[in-house]
T-cell receptor, first 114, second 114 residues
């Protein structure tokens, strides 16, 4: 079974608008962490934001916020005020408390247009 | 800025040759991970190492692939007798080890087998 599911292979958004990238996960471990990474066309993996399973509040980092709905097992990334430089692949990942490895989703390609 | 350092950035090998990929973790990190990314796909976990120990190699192909993280020096991912299907981007990441610590990635090594 897929542990991390990203159902949107591609998304388009106009500059300065907000966009939500979907991520659902599957785990029976009560302790886990959820991560989002950005991969621009240059290829590097850039860590964006983290949400812990016990965190009471949704994580925010600048223009990035995580809409964490634990009961629905979703951890959607919200990018506010999109910029052209946000065009990239975005990967959701999960780490369960009893392991140390990150499991990645298949990614969403975001394109921001003027 | 002592981030995760990978070299070489690009590596070309003929079928049957050996490929050696190197990774120096971030300062203070003792946990190293190797991931493989095929074009237009997400990252697939290969192996997780701590100094002198392989902790989880559940994602490593059974043959031709090996990894080490010696007491001194970088972590090495070795691929013997490369085949065309080994062509991919190989990413190394390091972390401080706790489940809420993000993995910090290097820029990757792009292996091309001709």
């Amino acid at each position: 079974a897929q542990k991390i599911t990203q159902t949107q292979p591609g998304m388009f958004v106009q500059e300065k608008e907000a966009v939500t990238l979907d991520c659902t996960y599957d785990t029976s471990d009560p302790s886990y962490g959820l991560f989002w990474y950005k991969q621009p066309s240059s290829g590097e993996m850039i860590f964006l934001i983290y949400q812990g399973s016990y965190d009471q509040q949704n994580a925010t980092e600048g223009r990035y916020s995580l809409n964490f709905q634990k009961a629905r097992k979703s951890a959607n990334l919200v990018i506010s005020a999109s910029q052209l430089g946000d065009s990239a692949m975005y990967f959701c990942a999960m780490r369960e408390g009893n392991t140390d490895k990150l499991i990645f989703g298949t990614g969403t390609r975001l394109q921001v247009f003027p | 800025n002592a981030g995760v350092m990978q070299n070489p950035r690009h590596l070309v090998r003929r079928r049957g040759q050996e490929a050696r990929l190197r990774c120096s973790p971030m300062k203070g990190h003792s946990h190293v991970y190797w991931y493989r990314q095929l074009p237009e796909e997400g990252l697939k976990f290969m192996v997780y190492l701590q100094k002198e120990n392989i902790i989880d190699e559940s994602g490593m192909p059974k043959e031709r692939f090996s990894a080490e993280f010696p007491k001194e020096g970088p972590s090495i991912l070795r691929i013997q007798q490369v085949v065309r299907g080994d062509s991919a981007a190989y990413f190394c990441a390091s972390s401080a080890g706790s489940y809420n610590s993000p993995l910090h990635f290097g820029n990757g090594t792009r292996l091309t087998v001709t």
